[in-house]
């Protein structure tokens, strides 16, 4: 049965592959992101998610089997809050009643392997409490301090946990709305195109983020997994982040973590 599926940075990347792999199988997407989807929206401000989330709760007929939030930003810089945390968990949270209306709704967000790297404490803190002009704050003086680059983990963090949260909060577990994260390592997309320019940014990155099963992802690869969690076989998964990494994160975090 076809289902309505809204995924966020649907023009790009990751959220673009989704899509592609969605509508061959008779799925419709309706895809959001700042220009060229089926609704532009800027997610980085409350006005523009909730705005988004009413366009697509009319789009959808008010039911909604799916959301799957692939905007995101990794420059090192108050985006990380306003997109990557605010503008998944506000949208999310607002089409919670079109979710609570569908026969098997589920959510999907993309996190990061980053997520388990060091963090900006007082970002992570300031997002799980829903302070965003506190967040951002927090992000300013770390952008002025010389700590930006801990911004993006600190959004990736926040958000698995939040997400680990909302699963079992009452109105989404026991709604029948599972919530899970899908946290990638490198993939071929736009967002890490940089990367590959630089010999010694290219260096770094392979040292931070191990991948020694079958290297780099394509965003196909990592939208294969989104799809079992977002689908209707996923039926008892929920408040977990799949690492889709090539083995990042077992390297990385060793055995004992689990
Ligand atoms: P991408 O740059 O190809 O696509 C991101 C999309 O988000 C774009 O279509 C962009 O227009 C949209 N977007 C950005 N700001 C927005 C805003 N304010 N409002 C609405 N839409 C906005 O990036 P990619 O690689 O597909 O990333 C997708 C997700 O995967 C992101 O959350 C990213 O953090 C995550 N990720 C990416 C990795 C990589 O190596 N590419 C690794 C781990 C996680």
Redesign the pocket.
Known sequence: MSRNVVV??????????LTALLRARGDRVIG????GGEID?????PR?RAA?AAAATGAAGGVVDAVV??????VPGT?TV???YF??TEFVAALRPALAAARQPRVVV?????GTQPTDPDVVAACLAADEDKALAHAERAVADGRARRL?PSS?AALAQWARRTAVAEGWADAGIPVNVV??????????AG?FDDPAMKKAMDAAVPMPLNG??R?ED?ARAVLFLAGDDNTHITGQVLHVDGGAEATLRGPAHF
């Not at 966020?8 to 592959?17: E, F, L, N, P, V």
């Not at 929206?41 to 401000?45: K, N, R």
């Not at 993309?110 to 980053?114: F, K, P, Q, T, Y």
Request: aromatic share 4%.
């Open positions: 966020t940075g649907s023009g790009s990347g990751i959220g673009a592959a959001v992101d700042l220009r929206a800027d997610l980085s401000t523009g988004a939030t692939c905007a995101g930003t990794s985006a306003t997109v990557n503008g998944t993309i996190g990061s392997v980053s993006y990736k946290a990638p390592g490198i993939v071929l997309t736009p967002m890490s990367i780099y992802l965003p990592v």
